[in-house]
């Protein structure tokens, strides 16, 4: 009974601690993040005079913001949990991870993007985007995945650690891979057939449903950026 409360007690001091430290991190950088992407966007205001260009962003709560750029909107979303990366991980096998276990237990910002209108009419159906999401540990080390300069950037976790300028990095790539996404024509069969019901939303609501999935592309969609 005494060793089971030892791992217990051990377990709380130690794991238990390491995860609430990562959560009060992250939501520090969060806020940075917020501060980060304000300042972006003021700055492009100041060389954006068509009033028909959205360039806004909007808090959602302490764990969401969404930002509002061009035709589009990228929600920034920080996790209330921590985790811990799988066994199977390939930097399991690294030296910055076998020297300290706790380098692998990481807080998460995903950042989606989605379709303007679909917020502004509140398409409920609409699908968004998982274009990136941010893995940052206990010493502030980071990696991404994701899509573009997202998915490669920021790859070496025990070389680089999270800063001020590689957040407006990440940011300003966040903006640039948005807007790079152009909306396609759906195939004509898609669209062909079509029910009273949706019929009656269209004339309701003009929408037919839309996500970055079925109506968006990058001028060259290589799969090797995911």
């Given at each position: 009974?005494e060793e089971?409360?030892?791992i217990?007690l ?10 609430q ?7 520090k950088v ?11 966007l003021?700055?492009l ?9 959205r360039?806004?962003a ?7 913001m ?5 035709s ?13 990366l799988?066994?199977?991980n390939p ?16 807080g ?5 993007n989605?379709?303007a209108e679909?917020?502004?009419q ?11 999401r941010?893995?940052i540990n ?5 990696m991404m995945e ?9 790859r ?6 999270l800063s001020k300028?590689?957040i407006q990095?990440?940011?300003q790539s966040?903006?640039?891979f ?15 057939v ?17 996500g970055?999935?079925l ?5 060259t969609?290589?799969?090797?950026f995911?």
């Amino acid at each position: 009974m005494e060793e089971n409360r030892k791992i217990i007690l051990d377990l709380l001091i130690n794991k238990s601690a390491l995860k609430q430290n990562i959560a009060d991190d992250c939501e520090k950088v969060f806020k940075e993040f917020k501060q980060v992407i304000f300042k972006e966007l003021e700055l492009l205001q100041k060389h954006v005079k068509d009033a028909r260009i959205r360039l806004s962003a909007k808090e959602r709560g302490d764990f969401e913001m969404h930002v509002f750029i061009g035709s589009d909107v990228l929600v920034f979303h920080l996790h209330n949990n921590v985790f811990r990366l799988p066994d199977e991980n390939p930097l399991w096998g690294t030296r910055y991870m076998t020297s300290e276990e706790n380098n692998g237990y990481f807080g998460i910002i995903y950042i989606y993007n989605f379709l303007a209108e679909s917020f502004i009419q509140n398409r409920v159906e609409d699908s968004g985007y998982l274009i990136g999401r941010l893995f940052i540990n206990h010493d502030r080390h980071f990696m991404m995945e994701g899509k573009g300069q997202l998915g490669y950037l920021f790859r070496d976790i025990e070389n680089i650690v999270l800063s001020k300028e590689l957040i407006q990095l990440i940011v300003q790539s966040a903006f640039a891979f948005a807007l790079d996404f152009d909306l396609l024509i759906p195939p004509y069969e898609y669209v062909s057939v079509l029910s009273v019901g949706q019929i009656q939303a269209i004339s309701n609501n003009l929408q037919l449903q839309t996500g970055k999935r079925l109506g968006f592309k990058m001028k060259t969609d290589d799969p090797e950026f995911f």
